[in-house]
């Protein structure tokens, strides 16, 4: 019998660690969950795992026994954790003191400003007084725990500053606070970097948010002057390179509306703005990732069509809609082309489960195509556009 592969372990059992389980059979790599319930996105789909919670440190090293590289599929194992994993052995990928970048905003601003990176103006406060002298209007976050519009407050008036402060004390974090970018969109560069230092970077998207949301991306971004692309791409690898990244690292971004890029989050692991990748380029994010934290050759970023567009798939308030599965007749049948992305999650509304590609030369095309669909399984749509 040949020997096994090594066993790959990945903390967390949401839609991204799902996504990882298609590329890693592809490269005959076993995978390892430690999902936070059963049934959840990735555990339906990826056998060998354990239900526990990753905040327990026995928890983590009974799942990566026998594993030697760990990675993950969020941000919010304690830093803590991830050294003692590190002492006991495992690789960790991305490493704990690259990863605290993504977990902790304050840590991570400071780190960019040592770098010379362009970001929001921001500072850590303390009480409404330091949010007013930082001045209104501005943005405050909790410094950990936020994700998809959670722990963000867009505040105008010391009335405004009450909840986020509320909230910070209760949940035992800080507040930053930015300034309000008068930015003319929203992009991202997604590079992966390898231990042994090998990198690559995808075309830079734009993306569109709504209530938090991240809700479609166009690859590559529409009208981005070449040179500002090259800028955006060059501060993602950087970066990564500073900070020692290994997988994949998003940096998004604010487009000015002088034309330049202002840095205004990261995260160490494949992420929404990727998601197009999965058709629309020859190596997805989720494999060059498993590439990457495996110390294997990268695979090509290169976009397989002129435009990929991804529409996120959102639950609805429309329970009458039934399953999930029942959109698919309609929108395969309207386009044969189109690529749908289901993570195995029960709608709720503005729960994102699942998300559509369409690719072409087309781009006003593309996002018809891709919005439909979209709108069709969330639900926006009715049988009268059939």
Not at 124 to 130: H, I, L, P, R, T
Not at 322 to 329: E, K, V
């Amino acid at each position: 019998m040949p020997e096994p592969a090594p066993i790959l372990a990945v903390i967390g059992g949401g839609q991204l660690a799902r996504m990882m389980a298609q590329p890693a059979i592809a490269l005959g790599l076993p995978l390892r969950l430690l999902a936070e319930a059963e049934g959840g996105s990735a555990a339906q789909v990826i056998p060998d795992h354990v239900v526990g919670d990753y905040r327990d440190l026995e928890t983590l090293r009974k799942v990566t026994a026998g594993c030697p590289v760990v990675t993950f599929d969020h941000e919010h194992v304690p830093t803590e954790h991830l050294h003692s994993l590190a002492r006991d052995g495992v690789a960790v990928r991305p490493g704990p003191e690259a990863l605290v970048h993504a977990q902790d905003k304050a840590v991570m601003r400071a780190r960019l400003a040592e770098l010379d990176v362009p970001c929001p103006r921001n500072a850590v406060v303390a009480s409404v007084g330091d949010v007013e002298t930082f001045g209104f209007p501005c943005v405050l976050k909790t410094t950990r725990g936020g994700y998809d519009g959670k722990g963000v407050w867009f505040v105008r008036t010391t009335e405004d500053c009450a909840v986020p402060f509320r909230v910070a004390e209760q949940n035992g974090v800080d507040l930053l606070a930015e300034e309000l970018v008068d930015f003319r969109r929203e992009l991202s560069a997604l590079v992966v970097r390898s231990p042994s230092g090998q990198a690559a970077a995808y075309p830079v998207v734009s993306s569109t948010q709504r209530d938090g949301i991240c809700r479609e991306v166009v690859a590559p971004a529409p009208d981005l002057d070449p040179a500002l692309a090259g800028r955006a791409q060059e501060i993602a690898l950087r970066i990564a390179g500073a900070l020692d990244v290994t997988g994949i690292l998003a940096v998004e971004l604010f487009e000015t509306r002088d034309a330049r890029v202002l840095v205004n989050e990261l995260a160490m692991r494949p992420h929404n703005t990727g998601h197009w990748t999965q058709d629309g380029a020859v190596t997805s994010q989720f494999e060059n990732h498993l590439r990457a934290v495996m110390d294997l050759p990268l695979g090509s970023p290169a976009p397989r069509a002129r435009w990929t567009v991804m529409v996120n798939i959102l639950g609805g308030d429309r329970p009458e809609i039934g399953r999930l599965y029942d959109g698919y007749p309609h929108a395969l049948a309207r386009d044969p082309d189109l690529r749908v992305h289901l993570y195995g999650k029960e709608p709720r509304p503005g729960r994102k489960v699942g998300h559509v590609n369409a690719y072409g030369d087309d781009l006003d095309d593309c996002l018809e195509r891709a919005r439909h669909a979209a709108a069709w399984f969330s639900g926006e749509l009715g049988n009268e556009s059939e």
